[in-house]
Each structure stands twice: as C-alpha cells, then as structure tokens.
C-alpha cells in the first residue's frame, strides 16, 4: 500500500500551529540575545571589574539554564506547558526590571554586579522554562509525529532571534545607553504576557511522572552523543577568532556568518527528512557532514576552505538536536515529556560548558587548529553510539 502524504493544506496549519508557539522562543531569544554583545564592556569598563568577571556574568546564565533544567522538565509536566512559559516570561520582566536598576547603582559597582547577576539568573532560569515549554507544547499540539518539526523550529527561532538580538543591542547601547536593555527586555516580556493570555492551552497528561534522574538515565546515551558532536559548534563559535588571527587570516566573523547561514538553511530545508528516514539515518549522516567540516578546518590552507569548512560544520550539526531528540522522547512515556526534553537539553548546555576550557586547553599546548580535528575525533565517538543504538533498536 503506498504510504499516505500530508496533504499541503495540513501541512500549512501543522506549521502555522507550531510557529504560533515558537514565537513565545523568538521573543524569549531576543531578549538573551540583547544584552550578549553588550554586557561583557560593560562589566568591565563602566564598572571597573576585569574580563573574567565580565566572562562569568555571561556565563551565570548558562549556568542557571543548565541547573533548572530539572525544574523546569517537572513544572511544564505537572502544571502545564503555557502556565510553564508564562513563569518564563515574567522572569524576563524581572531581568529586565533588574539589569535596569544595575544601571542605577554603577555607582556602587559591587552592588550593580550583584543586581545584574541576579538578573542574569532569572533571564537563565526563564530560557530553561519557555525552551522546554514551547517544544513539548508544539508536539502535545500537532502530534508526536511532528517532534522533529517542532524542535527544528524552535531551534530555528532561538538562533535566528540571537543572531538578531546581538547586533540590535549594540545599537540600543550607541543610541539609548545601556539603561534601554532592561527596558526592552521588560517590554517584550509584557508584549508576549499579553499574546499568550488568551492562547488556549494543552491540558496536562496525567500518568506517573518518572524521577527525573531515571528519565536522564533513558535519556543519557542520546544525550553523550548530542554532547559530542555538538562541541564542534562551541569549538567553533568560542575560538574561530583566535583561530584566524593565529593564521593571520582575515574575516573571522564570516566564518560565523556561514555557518549559521547553513545552519538555518538546513533546519528550514531537510528537517522533514527525519521523518521520513528516521532519527537515527539522519544524525548518521549529519553528524558524518559536521565530521568532514571539521576536519576541512583543521586542514584549511587558507580562510576560503576554513569558510567552506565552517558551512559543512552548520549544515551537518543542524538536524543533529531534532534527530536525536526525536529517537529520545520516544524512550520515556507521555506524561515524562517535559522532563525527557529537558534531560536532553542538559547535554547541550554540556558540550558548551566544556567546550571552552577543553579546546582552550588543547590550543595551549598543540595550537589552535588541532582543536578543529579534537572536535571531529569528538563526533567520530558520537557517530559510534548512534549506529549502536541503531543497532540496538532493530536487534
């Protein structure tokens, strides 16, 4: 019998179902994507603390992603996915209400730095809530069968309002000083508040909630591959500038520029092929494409490969979150959701978290392009537990 498509028209309102829903991740991103570009000078210029510090207030609010995670995975399970977000963003509010009154006080600058990095903590807490929230919401409203849809959109979403929100704070900064940042993040926080209020919600599925730690051991060995080929993206976007200055090459921000660009490119053009070929096919061969980008740049003769390298590396690691993540969610039960796409975000936060202080440590003693061919021994490792746990699941 020949296999049933979906009809345009469905798979127009299967889209339009999910992007009203990612939407609430857009705002969210653009509001951590504000501050990023920003906060670092003025940590360390107008209150006078050094680029460590600087580099720990951005840090604190990955920090406090990864650490709610947990959290965040049994709130969206036991009270909802809407009430979950919503939680997500007043704590936006809040930030912004906090990074504001910073400003205030840079006349006492450890007391400035304590405010904003509260703030910091709550906008970390919140992108734990609203990312966790807006996936299992997408998938509760259009059907397991779209996860890789709903996490390749959301995915989307998160980088694109990044990669927007960065440059638009500079400008904030320049025209409006930096007290604008937390006002903005207020405003958008009430903007979304008031969208989402007469959104009608998904009900909560009743089951048993699994402990949270049983979930991530279900989870785990997705997860360590996901970590393994996802620290070729923190390699990348963490010393591609070191790298090119090392090879006296020009253009480093180029080199970011492609690889998101593919990396979008991606999502937008081949998500639909995980369902067709399944999770495990697709992480296979992606990760496989991010393996040769990688190996292209530890290789580059000049920043022409490095650019061609850096494109390889977008378009392989794009479908690697949604692929792996739908083989994932079906290894824990409905009711876990939540707590099994937040077990799985864990591993992400991860591969960034190591990322910095482990290629850091490899370009010390071996030099800057060596941790180019580090990431991709990395991801050789992930492509091996996924053909095992391909193996497994047709034993």
Known sequence: MPAQHPSPAHSRSVMLQILSIVMYTFIAFICIGLPIAVLPGYVNDHLGFSAVVAGLTIASQYLATLLSRPSAGRLVDSVGTKPAIVYGLIGIAVSGVLTSLAVLLENWPLLSLAVLLVGRVFLGVAQGLIGVGTISWGIAQVGSQHTARAIGWNGIASYGAIALGAPLGVVMIDVAGFFSLGIALLGLALLALVLIRNKPSIP????????????????????????????????????????????????????????????????????????????????????????????????????????????????????????????????????????????????????????????????????????????????????????????????
């Open 204 to 395: 909560v599925i009743r089951g048993v909630r699994m402990p949270f730690w049983s979930v991530f051991g279900l989870i785990a060995p997705f997860g360590i591959s996901l970590t393994l080929a996802s620290i070729g993206y923190g390699t990348l976007t963490t010393f591609v500038t070191l790298f090119y200055i090392d090879r006296g090459w020009n253009g480093a921000a180029d080199c970011l520029s492609v690889f998101g660009v593919c990396f979008i490119l991606a999502r937008l053009i081949f998500t639909n092929s995980i369902n067709r070929f399944g999770g495990y096919s697709v992480a296979i061969a992606c990760i496989t494409i991010e393996t040769c980008g990688l190996i292209l740049l530890w290789l580059a003769p000049s920043a022409v490969y490095a650019l061609i390298g850096a494109g390889m590396t977008g378009f392989g690691l794009s479908l690697v979150y949604p692929a792996l993540g739908v083989e994932a969610v079906k290894q824990v039960p409905i009711s876990s959701r939540g707590a099994g796409l937040s077990a799985y975000a864990v591993f992400f936060d991860l591969a960034l978290a190591i990322a910095g202080p482990v290629m850091g440590a490899i370009a010390l003693n071996m030099g800057y392009p060596s941790i180019f061919f580090s990431a991709a021994a990395l991801s050789v490792l992930g492509v091996l537990i996924v053909v095992g746990l391909s193996l497994r699941k047709t034993a």
